[in-house]
């Protein structure tokens, strides 16, 4: 109910009338200062411009909406249409990928852009036929929680010098990969037909200044700018070249606030923010972004106006999610970035002018093998939109509401800030943006908490300008209703084809035009009225009340006012000059979609059906009179269409469907629920030794052993003890390492100092009898222990230490640099170690023995090492045991078995393993599904049990090979429970039984030579 304003409050208001009427006038006396901003193309093709408000493609100024996905984890092209066509389903028109050197260069003379899923460039296919532009950005340093932050790990050994600068090993060492990358992507640009828009130079490197206020110049980051700049032109890119400022103190490569001209700038300058923290540990961000609040926003208007006031505000990495470090919570924190983080962080990135914007990560996906930095677990699921199962839900749907609506709000891509106070609302807890169109005179007014970490529900009515006057809205209606963690974008003079919106208090999902007549969608929160007001209208009725009551209809001068209340469901309303109206609540929102039916980007209301209740809606195209749909149904459900009058028949996934027309224009179906599925049983386990290397009859002459004997490094950490032993000079880089030292006399123990990155951990053995072992931790990089050998027996020549270590890793920025090895190997009681050896992956660096998987997928295990892991593998003279059975004594065994599936094609069936430990927890398990490793299931350090596998990696239609690796680090032993679960089932369009054979290459006896 509303109260009756006091005085002051009703002076105020008439005050705050004056000013919007001052700011309405202005703006319309103002259409022409539009062309005091320069509009650019920096000698570019005109295909792609820029100026203060927008990108301009195609002589069109366009909101980019985008998220992030990463070819490189998910290794199954294939299943790249799938994350694709969700994320255009989501209302996007772009998407963003990061490129990887270290996948693509396993050793300093390969590139491999070819095999399996090293070859990206259907990428590029898929995003010409879906309708999207790319982002794309290829390194040579990405961050992205890698390994190394992307760079190759040979590079990290200090023979490179510091890198990320000009130096001439630095630089001889990217040329390769850089040149090739971009002339993959510059047959794929805009400006050739193609649809890469832009092209990002480095990542989050700010260095352009030694002092940012006074202009001093960097001279070598700027060198190193300039040197990739140049790569890229040199080798056919003609697309804008971008960067990132990883925040807001740098002020690095903008062309605008670089004044001295030093060098190094970008054509379009972006920023990237994390205002929620990036990780699940927020301590990870206090010194970024200052101790955490809830839902606190950031501001950026003010940042951009400064950094590059004549262009586009472009956040090439705006927060998605977090992602779920070793230690965190079982399944991440998506509490921290849910629906609500969605629904409040978006649109305050439009409050604050905001006009092109990238999710990170849209989907995150899987670190499989040993991609991920040593803060980050296998999972890299980011509480993403899209989860690491593919699975979509309300994260989803909430930015689905809210990226369809920016690509019909056209105005929206031209706008000036207006206001940004509390003034504008009758309750001071509620603060408003003003954006106003200095063309149409267009508005959009952003409604949010004043502190925007606020959880109360708050109502309050709103002074808006229009091209009818000045309003307080809503006029007849109840007030406007704010939940905690909100924001609301009220629209006024917002046009729907030939007809005009002088203002809705709901918000605006999206339009349609259909035979000339627009179709406008509305939606509130469930139980939440709404107000709206139509120019030239003059009568309206109701055709559809589901969920609505106290519906009301006045007539003004020059229009109709229209208010509502909206329960769960919909409502039509059609209106006498052909305008119709769908009021939905949130739930009913969550699934309205509207697929386009062009592959152009830049979707026009007349481009589009609308679609409720599905799922997902993946596509659409009109052939005759029937509106053919694909998509995903996870229950049996309602699907009513809105179009042209010339269709007539709706068919779904291949099938018709029967339909009833309705009276207000729709078609209504109805589709079944999908059939169930039953997950298969394994069958019988299959285990054997995985850790001869321990025992004193074990010979490391064979090729796999390098002789570790170097007396001095290039690394700038030396070690404390020689020979050096890091793992990366001897040509191994990912997962376990096995280093047998030799000694002679009766040494009592051993100090041993070893560095693995966070979450590692290492056993050592010696003459086969286990010593002790460092557990690992979750924020310790190094462990190091005195190791008495009272329980193995020393010889008095010949003894043999085996230090079993695991890697987790290099760090990123400058810690790449950090080893990854022993760094200080002391006997106690005798002078010193004889000789080392060191085993790693298979081949090492030199000869990647598995192209397809790639060098990051496996590490130095026996078992590894002899492919036990691979399909084809013979396991036959192996002993029957499961790792549920397990054992006692520390060690590593090797489990395997096989399971047939058997999936339709048209289900969807989202599979995982689970994984639980069976009594102590002082273990490390790898788990290998099909050769790929997908897990490291770590319970004494980390809480991830689940680990999601995709198609094409699981041979959807065949036999599957399931491995699983267990080193116990305790006398005591390990078991491990494994499980396959569903995730979810849906029936689909989308065909999961492709051939994936070329991904799952088997077993071959070259990998005999490795033992």
């Not at 999902?509 to 139509?534: H, I, Q, R």
């Not at 659409?620 to 309602?638: C, N, R, W």
Request: aromatic letters at 14%; a negative charge.
């Amino acid at each position: 109910m509303a109260t009756t304003p006091s005085l002051g409050r009703t002076f105020l208001h008439l005050l705050v009338r004056l000013l919007s009427i001052f700011a309405l006038v202005h703006a319309q006396s103002a259409s022409t200062s539009v062309t005091q901003w320069p509009v650019h193309n920096d000698g570019l093709s005109d295909y792609v411009r820029w100026d203060h408000y927008s990108y301009i493609v195609n002589g069109r100024r366009t909101f980019l909406f985008g998220g992030e996905m990463h070819y490189w984890r998910i290794p199954v092209p294939e299943m790249w249409g799938d994350i694709l066509e969700k994320i255009k389903a989501a209302g996007c028109n772009a998407f963003t990928f990061y490129g990887h050197w270290g996948y693509h260069a396993p050793n300093p003379t390969t590139l491999d852009f070819e095999n399996g899923a090293h070859n990206f460039t259907k990428l590029f296919e898929l995003a010409h036929n879906l309708g999207l532009y790319v982002f794309v950005r290829p390194g040579p340093y990405i961050n992205a929680e890698a390994n190394a932050g992307g760079f190759p790990l040979w590079l990290t050994t200090g023979d490179y010098g510091t890198l990320r600068n000009n130096d001439t090993r630095y630089t001889a060492a990217w040329t390769p990969y850089q040149t090739e990358f971009a002339h993959i992507v510059s047959q794929y640009q805009v400006t050739s037909g193609g649809n890469a828009l832009t092209y990002q130079i480095e990542n989050e490197y700010g260095y352009q200044w030694t002092n940012t206020t006074a202009k001093a110049p960097n001279e070598t980051g700027i060198a190193y700018m300039e040197l990739l700049e140049a790569n890229a032109r040199q080798n056919g890119i003609t697309i804008p070249l971008t960067h990132n400022n990883p925040n807001m103190y740098s002020l690095s490569w903008s062309k605008d606030y670089d004044t001295a001209d030093v060098g190094g700038d970008v054509d379009i300058y972006g920023l990237d923010s994390y205002p929620a923290c990036w990780s699940c540990n927020l301590a990870e961000c206090t010194s970024t972004n200052g101790p955490y609040v809830a839902f606190e926003v950031q501001e950026y208007y003010d940042h951009f106006q400064l950094a590059a006031p004549t262009q586009p505000e472009f956040m090439p990495e705006f927060q998605g999610g977090s992602y779920n470090p070793w230690g965190g919570p079982q399944g991440g924190c998506r509490n921290n970035t849910d629906e609500y983080f969605a629904n409040l962080y978006y649109r305050h990135n439009i409050a604050e002018r905001v006009t092109a914007m990238s999710l990170y990560m849209f989907y995150g996906g899987t670190n499989w093998g040993w991609f991920a930095a040593p803060v980050t677990a296998t999972s890299y699921d980011y509480s993403a939109p899209i989860s690491e199962d593919r699975s979509i839900s309300s994260k989803y749907y909430e930015t689905k509401n809210l990226a369809l609506f920016t690509r019909v709000a056209q105005d929206l891509t031209l706008t000036n800030r207006i206001g940004n106070s509390t003034s504008y609302s009758t309750d001071p807890a509620i603060s408003t943006t003003e954006l106003r169109n200095p063309e149409t005179y267009a508005a959009f007014y952003v409604t949010i908490h004043a502190n925007s970490s606020s959880s109360s529900v708050d109502s309050f009515k709103l002074s808006v300008s229009t091209s009818a006057g000045n309003f307080t809205i809503p006029q007849k209606g109840s007030s406007i209703v704010l939940d905690g963690h909100q924001s609301k974008i009220v629209v006024t003079d917002f046009h729907i084809g030939s007809e005009t919106l002088i203002y809705s208090t709901a918000e605006v999902l999206t339009y349609a035009v259909f035979d000339d007549a627009p179709t406008l969608v509305l939606w509130v929160p469930s139980g939440e009225g709404g107000e709206f007001y139509l120019k030239g209208t003059t009568s309206g009725s109701v055709s559809k009340c589901d969920g609505c009551s106290d519906v009301g209809f006045y007539p003004e001068s020059d229009g109709l006012i229209v208010m509502f209340q909206q329960q769960a469901g919909s409502t039509v309303l059609n209106f006498n000059t052909g305008t119709r109206v769908v009021i939905l609540d949130r739930t009913f929102a969550y699934r309205f979609w509207a697929p386009a039916l062009t592959t152009s980007p830049l979707v026009s209301p007349n481009d589009t059906v609308l679609v409720q209740g599905p799922y997902l809606v993946r596509d659409a195209t009109i052939q005759s009179q029937t509106l053919a749909l694909t998509g995903d149904i996870d229950s049996a459900t309602e699907v009513e269409i809105f179009a042209s009058k010339s269709v007539q028949s709706i068919s779904w996934n291949g099938k018709s469907l029967n339909t009833t027309a309705t009276a207000y224009g729709s078609l209504v179906g109805q589709l079944a629920a999908p059939a169930g599925f039953v997950v298969p049983q394994f069958g019988p386990w299959k285990v054997h030794d995985s850790l001869p290397e321990r025992l004193t009859n074990y010979s490391d002459a064979g090729p796999a052993w390098v002789d570790a004997n170097h007396n001095v490094t290039p690394s700038v950490y030396q070690p404390a003890t020689l020979p050096v032993l890091y793992v990366d000079e001897y040509g191994f880089h990912s997962g376990i390492h096995l280093w047998r030292g030799y000694f002679d006399g009766q040494a009592s123990g051993v100090f041993l100092n070893v560095q693995g990155g966070t979450a590692f951990g290492w056993s050592a053995w010696l003459n086969g009898g286990f010593v002790g072992s460092f557990l690992g931790n979750a924020s310790l990089e190094a462990g190091n222990m005195t190791i008495f050998f009272s329980n193995a027996t020393v010889k008095a020549t010949g003894n043999v230490l085996l230090v079993v270590q695991d890697n987790s890793g290099h760090d990123e920025t400058t810690g790449a640099l950090n080893p990854r090895g022993i760094t200080n190997a002391t006997l106690i009681g005798e002078a010193g170690f004889t000789a080392w050896k060191v085993a790693g992956t298979a081949g090492g660096d030199a000869a990647p023995i598995d192209p397809v998987r790639g060098d990051l997928n496996e590490g130095g295990l026996t078992g590894e090492r002899l492919g036990w892991h691979l399909p084809g593998f013979d396991d036959s003279a192996w002993a029957t045991s499961s790792p549920a059975t397990g054992f006692t004594g520390a060690g590593v065994q090797f489990y395997r078995t096989t399971f047939y599936l058997g999936i339709p094609s048209n289900q969807d069936v989202s599979l995982s393993f689970r994984l639980g430990s069976l009594g102590p927890v002082d273990f490390r398990s790898l788990l290998f599904v099909n050769g790929y490793q997908y897990g490291r299931f770590n319970p004494y350090i980390g809480n991830q049990i689940d680990f999601p596998v995709p198609p094409g990696v699981l041979n959807y239609n065949g036999n599957n090979t399931v491995a699983v690796a267990i080193w116990a680090q305790t006398e005591a032993g390990a078991a491990v429970d494994v499980d396959l679960n569903v995730e979810y089932i849906t029936d689909t369009s989308y065909d999961f039984t492709f051939d994936s054979d070329y991904l799952r290459p088997e077993w071959t006896a070259a990998r005999l030579q490795c033992a």
